[in-house]
């Protein structure tokens, strides 16, 4: 039988948070769940708890965790990613990690729990303003090429510490996700530079069936090579109805800007088309 449970805001700190988690493992019959979280002062411990508690719910398939701005930690992603490994129902998925204080070893842990959920059809994975750099990006991008099911991705990676490696890989994972047609990326803040934003292109040219696509890649050392490689590989993307690309803060003169937006026009099926290349 379908269940619900919420869990209201400002609920507990960690020392009795661990308690709730003993409560909602009970609810082994829990088909949607929606937890907000967020601003509660939770650590490894708790969250390490809720990943278990998590795991005993084999008959999910909604779930939306909102625990940003806590202090979860690898630990604690390691524990959810575990919890979510074991969820290998799970359909749809919303998972707010944002200011957690995660390195690469929690994000590692998250990727080998997507890895597990093979049913996903829907993904919002917001994880802005941790520590991740390039070995945390690439396990994150190994686990989402196990999601061959995929359809909706929103992927929220802004403000961390990821380089041209870890770009490339999470573009390798994407190019494997076959059934993609909605794509929000949010990469902004970080250190791809051309190379990165070549890797992420050519993973693009493979994804032909893309019909909507926002690209956030603000303040990434990205210049004029990375810009059209870019716009090259979005022109070939032929199905595209709706493409965001923003580069805003990256130094590109004004003839390299029109010649990006020349080739991202290529793809002829555009109805809408946002760029913004602006300093």
Known sequence: MCQKKLVQKNVAPDLTFPLIC?????????????LDLDNNQIGATGASSLGSALGKSTNLSNLALD???????????????????????????TLDLGVNQIGD???SGLGF???????LLNLTLILHENYIGD??????????????????????????????????????????CSNLSNITFDISWNKIG????????SA????????????IFQENQIGAIGALDLGTALGQCTNLSNLTLDLGYEKISESQQL??????????RLVVFNINLSW
């Open 22 to 34: 003993s409560a909602l493992a009970k609810y082994t019959n829990l088909t949607n769940l929606r």
């Open 67 to 93: 625990l940003g701005v806590n202090q979860i930690g690898d630990e604690g992603a390691s524990g959810l990613g575990f919890g979510l490994a074991i969820s290998a129902n799970l359909l749809n998925l």
């Open 105 to 107: 070893e929690g994000v």
């Open 113 to 119: 729990g997507l890895a597990m959920s093979t049913n």
């Open 135 to 176: 070995r945390g990006a690439s396990s994150l991008g190994s686990g989402l090429q196990k999601c061959a099911n995929l359809s909706n991705l929103t992927l929220n990676l802004s403000s961390n510490n990821i380089g041209a490696i870890g770009a490339s890989d999470i573009g390798t994972g994407l190019a494997n």
């Open 194 to 201: 051309d190379e990165g934003a070549l890797g992420l292109s």
């Open 204 to 215: 693009l040219v493979k994804r032909t069936n893309l019909l909507n696509l926002e690209l």
């Open 259 to 268: 010649k990006v937006k020349s080739k991202c026009l290529k793809s002829k």
